[in-house]
């Protein structure tokens, strides 16, 4: 450090190389501390995108207690507006209260809400009738009336659409998080059966699932999301530990995943 000399005696002052040290330290300091705060920002979003899907879980058992145990069904497929009413968003409607908030995930980066619901502008179908994002979530169609894959072989009506059919509630998934962008960011369900038979199986969920909603990484098989489960249960959890293959994952109800006894 230098001194100058002033009318009233010497004052300290700092050199060129003393202040590039300084910036150099803050520089630093600013550098450790961002990556840092980024992780804690997504841990709270995480926590309270948890505290939406339980929300959703007590408002799905709430229409089952009312409905003969049955579960919601699904009614937005992929690229078409299809019927509203028919999907859970419309139909838990009166559990979860007229709010989008809690259909709204605080993970959600989204631009396809419309700009009612506070969105960017951008419907994920810009055609005569826009098809907007209604809900950040998506049920298992595992778990559906008509979107099933056994309801698909079978008929509408065939598969597992009640409590008393699944053996294992625990274990089964019920909501997740869908893709952000691309057709099924406007649907409220993903078709699970088209994740089989393929290397890596992540690549393909992740273009209808958001399979990195909480730690925002490339997506791959240990990519973290948020999950919840038909007794309640939610979790952040890598896709790794709900879908490995047809054979095992957490979504076919009528299967157990290796080693879950």
């Known amino acids: 450090m230098k001194t100058t000399c002033t009318r009233g005696g010497l ?19 600013v550098g450790l ?8 920002r997504r841990t709270a979003l995480a926590t309270a995108d948890l505290a939406n899907l339980r929300g959703l879980a007590m408002a799905h058992a709430s229409y089952m207690t009312s409905n003969e145990e049955r579960f919601v069904d699904v009614g937005l497929p992929h690229g078409t507006i299809a019927n509203p009413e028919a999907s859970f968003v419309a139909r ?22 419309s700009p009612e619901a506070g969105g960017e502008g951008m419907p994920v179908i810009d055609g005569p009738v826009p098809t907007w994002r209604q809900t950040s979530y998506g049920m298992n169609n595992f778990l559906s009336r008509n979107y099933s ?3 698909a072989l079978l008929g509408p009506g065939e598969g597992v ?10 274990r089964t998934a019920c909501f997740l998080l869908m893709t952000e962008t691309g057709s099924y960011a406007s649907a409220d369900h993903p078709h699970v059966e088209e994740w089989a038979g393929v290397a890596a199986p992540w690549s393909v969920a992740a273009s209808q699932v958001q399979v990195n909603a909480v730690d925002r990484a490339a997506p791959q ?19 790794e530990d709900v879908y490995r293959s047809m054979q095992d ?12 006894q």
């Open 11 to 29: 004052r300290p002052g700092f050199t060129l190389i003393e202040l590039l040290v300084t910036l150099g330290i803050v520089a630093l300091l």
């Open 33 to 40: 501390l961002l990556p840092a705060l980024g992780r804690t």
């Open 92 to 113: 838990l409607r009166p559990y979860v209260g007229q709010s989008p908030v809690a259909y709204r995930s605080p993970l959600d980066q989204s631009p396809h809400w």
């Open 149 to 151: 894959p056994t309801a």
């Open 161 to 170: 659409d009640r409590m008393q059919q699944v053996a294992r509630p625990e």
């Open 221 to 239: 098989q240990g990519s973290q999301s948020n999950w919840s489960f038909l007794d309640g249960r939610v979790a952040t959890s890598a896709f």
């Open 249 to 260: 994952n957490r979504f076919d109800p009528d299967i157990v995943p290796g080693g879950d």
